[in-house]
């Protein structure tokens, strides 16, 4: 690995595997490829405009959102600025999808990432978050970190939001336990059910949920592809619009807005106090279907 190095697109290959990246816009994947097909919504680097058009991008130092943009936490009360679309009464996926990162490392085959974070209206602590991508000739690995520099116990979450083509064959099996149903105004989480597991054609699934049981791997296939997502973290959010051309199997390390729960560390969300590290990885396996 280099010193740290400005830039704002980078591109790792191994086999027949290509990633493209732009630190600059959130630490986003512009594009994942297998040969010549997406195996993630791809573009290349210079044309990704925003981060929530990636193929990928990191959610910390929380992952899906916050409940009308306010929590309170060890006795104080905080409040989060806007952060998605116009009149979204919410705060979504976490602060590093929209700031720029720093390239602190990159080669061939793999890239590594960082940013500091600096309290301010979008989280009131103070965290430093990494990045590493892995390329192999069959699958890439990503890792992140948050560390807490902030002298107060902050909470913390990490996850990932990959968006995957939906092809006219594209089907989706996880094993699983539960959902999470959301109130249909709020988009809030509500309550679990009993969720046997998903497996079916993508196109005619609709969820945006959290899964919990979730027993670490999800299996995407199509007519071009078999993909395999196993993670260290230990829910999943799915969301498959119908109207979309793409899904999301998104791993994450809490539920939607745990936050607000009363016990959010029964919900996944860390206390993670002054100078201490969580991490997570995800890999996704690439084959021909």
């Known amino acids: 690995m280099t010193a740290e190095t400005p830039t704002t697109a980078?591109?790792?290959?191994?086999?027949?595997?290509?990633?493209?990246?732009?630190?600059?816009?959130?630490?986003?994947?512009?594009?994942?490829w297998h040969g010549t097909t997406p195996v993630l919504r791809s573009s290349a680097a210079a044309e990704l405009k925003a981060a929530?058009?990636?193929?990928?991008?990191?959610m910390a130092p929380y992952a899906n959102r916050i409940g009308y943009r306010h929590f309170r936490w060890l006795g104080r009360d905080f409040s989060t600025a806007p952060n998605f679309d116009a009149g979204n009464p919410?705060?979504?996926?976490?602060?590093?999808?929209?700031?720029?990162?720093?390239?602190?490392?990159v080669n061939a085959t793999q890239a590594e990432l960082a940013v500091t974070h600096v309290a301010n209206e979008h989280?009131?602590?103070?965290?430093?978050?990494?990045?590493?991508?892995?390329?192999?000739?069959?699958?890439?690995?990503?890792?992140?970190?948050l560390t807490n520099i902030d002298a107060r116990t902050q909470p913390a979450g990490l996850g990932w939001h990959p968006y995957f083509p939906k092809r006219s064959r594209s089907r989706l099996?996880?094993?699983?336990s539960?959902?999470?149903?959301?109130?249909?105004?709020?988009?809030?989480?509500?309550?679990?059910?009993?969720q046997a597991g998903i497996d079916g054609e993508v196109r005619h699934l609709d969820f945006d949920n959290c899964f919990e049981g979730w027993r670490g791997a999800a299996n995407l296939r199509d007519e071009k592809l078999a993909l395999?997502?196993?993670?260290?973290?230990?829910?999943?959010?799915?969301?498959?619009?119908p109207t979309r051309d793409y899904f999301c199997v998104e791993p994450v390390s809490h539920v939607g807005n745990a936050i607000q729960m009363a016990d959010p560390a029964v919900h996944g969300l860390v206390a993670l106090p002054a100078g201490e590290t969580m991490e997570a990885w995800m890999t996704i396996e690439v084959a021909r279907a």
Not at 52 to 58: D, T, V
Not at 178 to 194: A, F, I, K, N
């Open 52 to 58: 929530r058009a990636a193929a990928c991008f990191p």
């Open 178 to 194: 539960q959902r999470w149903e959301s109130d249909p105004g709020t988009q809030l989480p509500t309550r679990r059910v009993t």
């Open 228 to 241: 395999k997502v196993t993670s260290s973290l230990p829910y999943l959010v799915v969301f498959t619009p």
């Open 10 to 32: 980078l591109e790792l290959h191994a086999g027949a595997l290509r990633l493209a990246l732009r630190p600059d816009l959130g630490g986003a994947i512009a594009g994942f």
């Open 123 to 145: 989280w009131p602590f103070n965290f430093d978050a990494t990045q590493s991508f892995e390329l192999a000739d069959n699958a890439l690995t990503l890792r992140m970190t």
């Open 90 to 105: 919410h705060s979504w996926h976490g602060t590093v999808w929209q700031v720029p990162w720093r390239v602190t490392g």
């Open 173 to 176: 099996h996880v094993e699983c």
